[in-house]
Every structure is written in C-alpha cells, then in structure tokens.
C-alpha cells in the first residue's frame, strides 16, 4: 500500500512471467512504457525510459527483483554488455499474483486461471488452444506473451487493444497481415522464431516503438514499409542478417 500507483502497477504486472523466468531488463522497462505504466513529468525534463528505469531500481531496492547469479566465471563480464538478467522469487511472485488477481491471466491447457472479465495481460503455459471464453477474453487485453508456445496467431490479432505482443520464441513462419490493425501496439518482439518474412501491413503500426527481430536466422529481407515507422525507437536485429536492408532505412530518424 505504500508503493506509488505507477510502481504498485509495475510490479503486479511482473506476476505475468514465469516462476524462475529470467527477465531481460531492457525489455521489461519498454513492456512498462508500452503499457502507460510510466508517467511522464511535468516539463518532460527525463525520458519515460528513464523513469521506468528508475521504477525498476526501486523495485530492486525493494528486493521484489533480485539478479540472477551467475556461477560461471566466463561470464562475468555480461554486466558490462548490459546482458545481466533478473527474477521475481517465488514467494514474492505470490504476492504479486495475489494483488494482480484476475487483471493477469495464465492460459494452461485450454483454461483460465479466474475471471476473465477483468484481464488485460495474459501469458501461455501450455500450447494454445481456442474455446469460447478465450476468444471473448483476448478482445480486451492489452499485453500477450506466447512463451514458445504453439499459438493461434489469428485469434490473438482479435485482440485491438493490444499494446504489447510477445511472440519470442513461437513457432510462427510469418504474421497475418491483420497484425496492421492492431493501431493501440506499442511493442512487438518475435526474437528467436522461425519467422521469414513480415507483412508490408506492418507500416499501419504507426505507434510501434519497439521491434524485436534478434535471432530470426530464416528472416531474408525486410519490407520497405518497415521505414513507415516514424515513431519506432528500437529496432533489434542482432543475430539476424538479412540479406538486403531497405534503401530508405535511415528515414527511421529516432
């Protein structure tokens, strides 16, 4: 009860990953940002970034994050990379669930874990299925983590208030072109997926600011609408090389 609103939302939010999930800190700071989590100052004197970041310092302090220990000496200098992941004990994820209560949701085997009325994050612990009551619950969520899961892709695209889509690791060759109506998405990370091409719908997401593409060793090329993203921040690539990169690229000025 002490906490700020914007921490308090913060970290119940956490309660999406995985018990003993390792979070990268980067990525969770933009989800934050993504969400509206982050209020910015008066006179926009410092970054949402920046104050998300400094939410997550706290949270930290706190102790309901801790880092990962890392027992092999080859890596201790992963620091410096800005690689260091983190966690939630368990204990503490219980607590963050409890406050959370039906606003994040788990989908195992084809269920839910509460009320769906009241969801507006939902992560997969099993392969995903498509009864009735996920169908109706995906048309208000917000932010959506696959996990590697199998999925079906064009269920989750119903959902239009979708912010945050995270689709690391899935088993997808490619998204639907319906993923340009998702007008609300902020952030989209399909990093370390068979994926081989993008939509050119894919400039309709005027308010993308973040594209994880890291890791995608069947991604060839990227299409030329891709330089429509006059709001995109973060366009991660790293691992993947394709083999053409559009002429206008340079157009993405932030």
């Known amino acids: 009860d002490l906490m700020a609103p914007s921490v308090k939302q913060c970290f119940v939010y956490c309660s999406v990953f995985p018990r003993s999930h390792e979070i990268d800190r980067d990525k969770l700071i933009q989800q934050w940002v993504a969400l509206g989590f982050i209020e910015p100052t008066k006179y926009r004197s410092e970054s949402l970034f920046d104050r998300a970041d400094d939410c997550f310092e706290h949270l930290l302090w706190m102790s309901f994050l801790q880092e990962v220990e890392e027992h092999d000496l080859s890596k201790k200098e992963l620091e410096e990379d800005g690689n260091v992941k983190y966690m939630i004990h368990e204990l503490v994820h219980d607590l963050a669930q409890s406050v959370a209560r039906d606003e994040v949701q788990t989908i195992t085997s084809n269920q839910v874990n509460g009320h769906t009325e009241g969801c507006c994050y939902v992560s997969l612990a099993d392969d995903m299925g498509a009864p009735e009551v996920i169908q109706s619950m995906f048309r208000r969520v917000r932010a959506f983590h696959s996990w590697g899961y199998n999925l079906d892709i064009k269920l989750v695209l119903q959902s239009r208030c979708l912010r945050v889509l995270d689709l690391g690791g899935s088993p997808i060759t490619e998204l639907p072109q319906m993923v340009g109506k998702l007008k609300h998405l902020r952030y989209l990370d399909v990093s370390s997926s068979p994926i ?57 000025q932030n």
């Open 196 to 252: 081989e091409t993008l939509p050119n719908s894919i400039s309709s997401l005027h308010n993308l600011h973040t594209l994880y593409l890291s890791n995608c060793s069947n991604l060839c090329t990227l299409p030329m609408s891709i330089c429509n993203l006059q709001n995109l921040e973060t366009l991660n690539l790293s691992a993947c090389s394709p083999q053409n990169l559009p002429d206008a690229i340079g157009n993405l």
